[in-house]
T-cell receptor, first 113, second 111 residues
């Protein structure tokens, strides 16, 4: 266990559903991240939050909506996704700036039907 | 793009042998990190080497960094079946506030 938890671990949803992914860290870190990992593609950074403020949006479609209510929690709200959005979604956190060691959660395996 | 590229994409060796993976990148960096990922799980940080360091050790891991060639290598000595995983390098460009990951090397250790 790295101290970063993600729920749910698996999610199957239709294209018209609305769902949310949750990430929680109790490491006292100030920065949190969402990544997308698709088969045969590099890990893609989606969003970065520092001290609850979004500092990076890597041209992510608006059907993905992040929320960071405090430094320990990060959400990814999903709405009208496409089948190509099926992937492993990873949350990570780090302390002392974005370029320190990152601690990853186990990921949510998302399947969009 | 600053993206790191690992080489080889896949590596299969016998238990007990050494495994070497390479990473190349394109821009100046503050540090380079190596991570491991077991199938379908999150990444686990292995080692960080700063741009002013040339070599670093951690247990059976040895990392080298050549900033003139913009490359790094990860050596795993005396490999074990439990080392079977994907290995990624990640770089942070000087001045950038994020890590960029390569595509990874899939390492298989055969018993």
């Amino acid at each position: 266990e790295t101290g970063v938890t993600q729920t749910p671990r698996h999610l199957v949803m239709g294209m018209t559903n609305k769902k949310s992914l949750k990430c929680e860290q109790h490491l006292g870190h100030n920065a949190m991240y969402w990544y997308k990992q698709s088969a045969k593609k590099p890990l893609e950074l989606m969003f970065v939050y520092n001290f609850k403020e979004q500092t990076e949006n890597n041209s992510v479609p608006s059907r993905f909506s992040p929320e960071c209510p405090n430094s320990s929690h990060l959400f990814l709200h999903l709405h009208t996704l496409q089948p190509e959005d099926s992937a492993l979604y990873l949350c990570a956190s780090s302390g002392g700036g974005s370029y320190n060691e990152q601690f990853f959660g186990p990921g949510t395996r998302l399947t969009v039907l | 793009s600053q993206q790191g590229e690992e080489d080889p994409q896949a590596l299969s060796i016998q238990e007990g042998e050494n495994a070497t993976m390479n990473c190349s990148y394109k821009t100046s960096i503050n540090n380079l990190q190596w991570y491991r990922q077991n199938s379908g799980r999150g990444l686990v940080h292995l080692i960080l080497i700063r741009s002013n360091e040339r070599e670093k050790h951690s247990g059976r891991l040895r990392v080298t960094l050549d900033t003139s060639k913009k490359s790094s290598s990860l050596l795993i000595t005396a490999s074990r079946a439990a080392d079977t995983a994907s290995y990624f390098c990640a770089t942070d460009a000087a001045g950038a506030q994020k890590l960029v990951f390569g595509q990874g090397t899939r390492l298989t250790i055969n018993p």
